[in-house]
């Protein structure tokens, strides 16, 4: 499969994945027939390297596929966009730097088996939340140390979407002044506790992982110790703007609803109601168009200062584009799109989370305005990450 007919599938599935959606999110049930939808049509495979039986995509691609799959259902779309940022980083980071960095033969080696995997249909998630720490790598609790042959890791995270369908996880752990990132395998030693029962996203099983488990050397990400911090620098598109595009795509899911939910109503005669339809498809217009090209500036100069800059902007924006859009809609629509089981009421749920995923809009707004001052957004007093 190459990239663009990637792009086609997602497109042509987002239909189905919208039907099924509403009985998904009130059973707060992980979407599985969804993900074999997207297994069937190659999707998983969607960052990993040809050479490796994967579409070779960019990142320019991935936000293609991501606002699709939004536009059909917005929790498996970021069940997806936590597969693509583990699959995505290990794909898209170039050799000779990592191996400058100190990366081993037999990291090379794992990532190349995750990936092959990936391509063959095994699903990724992350595991980098904590209950005290948030999405603030800097304040991790969870503990590695070296044993025998690897690594013992050991501690618990929430929010891990897609917990407990996963084939591995990517997890953040410390040892002293030390975060590093592991590839931890599924196993007896990676617990799920299902904890999560939220007001949007309700299909995503974002539950706990008590993590009690020893893992192989050659899983540390990079091969090197303390990478963690640098990377979410150095790449913080798929840390931050990965999500962006998932939103974009809920927010369109939302006109979508909007227009149907009009149409069958007959509102379309009410100015009111063509002017909230209006704002919202030049806002997400706008959002999708800063989306792409934040992903553009991704593939041709990733970690310049300016691609890094439009990477907490296409964040912002996609967030609060969502939120806002669905929140105006909503209203348009009136009292009867507010009822459970109506789509723009799943939708209006999903969009409002799009401010709250790391990193939240304060945060990026905060990082923007140092930029704008022209002051280094990474010497803030308070750690975004």
């Not at 080696?109 to 904590?130: C, F, K, W």
Request: hydrophobic share 45%; with cysteine; net charge negative.
């Amino acid at each position: 499969m190459r990239a663009e007919e990637a792009v086609a599938a997602a497109h042509a599935i987002a239909p189905s994945l919208a039907a099924r959606a509403e009985r998904y999110d009130r059973d707060g049930a992980f979407p599985a027939e969804d993900f074999t939808t997207l297994r069937d049509a190659g999707l998983l495979g969607l960052m990993v390297p040809s050479h490796l039986g994967g579409a070779g995509a960019t990142f320019a691609s991935y936000a293609e596929v991501a606002m699709a799959l939004g536009a059909g259902n917005g929790a498996t779309a970021l069940i997806y966009n936590m597969h693509a940022s583990v699959t995505g980083a290990l794909a898209l980071t170039p050799e000779d730097v990592a191996r400058a960095l100190g990366a081993t033969d037999g990291f090379f080696t794992m990532r190349d088996d995750v990936l092959r995997s990936a391509a063959q249909g095994s699903l990724y998630a992350v595991a980098m939340s904590e209950r005290r720490a948030g999405s603030r790598l800097s304040a991790v609790e969870t503990a590695y140390e070296p044993v025998d042959g690897g690594w013992h890791i050991r501690g618990e995270k929430t929010f891990c979407s897609g917990a407990g369908h996963a084939d591995g996880y990517l997890v953040a752990a410390r040892r002293e002044d030390k975060v590093s990132y592991f590839l931890v395998p599924t196993s007896d030693g990676v617990k799920v506790v299902e904890t999560w029962d939220s007001l949007g996203m309700r299909a995503t099983a974002s539950h706990d992982l008590l993590l009690d488990t020893t893992v192989p050397a050659e899983s540390l990400v990079g091969g090197v110790e303390g990478l963690t911090l640098l990377l979410a620098q150095v790449m913080p598109q798929w840390l931050v703007a990965s999500y962006a595009a998932v939103y974009v795509g809920v927010a369109q899911a939302a006109i979508d609803a909007a227009v149907t939910h009009v149409n069958e109503r007959k509102l379309a005669r009410l100015p009111a109601v063509r002017a909230r339809l209006g704002r919202a498809d030049a806002s997400v217009a706008a959002a999708r168009e800063a989306v792409r090209a934040m992903a553009v500036a991704v593939d041709s100069a990733p970690g310049e200062p300016e691609t890094n800059r439009w990477v907490w902007r296409a964040k912002l924006l996609a967030g609060e584009t969502a939120m806002n859009v669905a929140a105006s809609l909503l209203e348009a629509c009136g009292t009867s799109a507010s009822r459970r089981g109506h789509p723009l009421e799943r939708i209006y749920r999903d969009a409002r989370c799009g401010s709250l995923q790391p990193a939240t809009s304060d945060v990026c707004a905060d990082w923007l305005g140092f930029a704008a001052l022209g002051l280094d957004p990474e010497s803030s007093e308070v750690p975004r990450w």
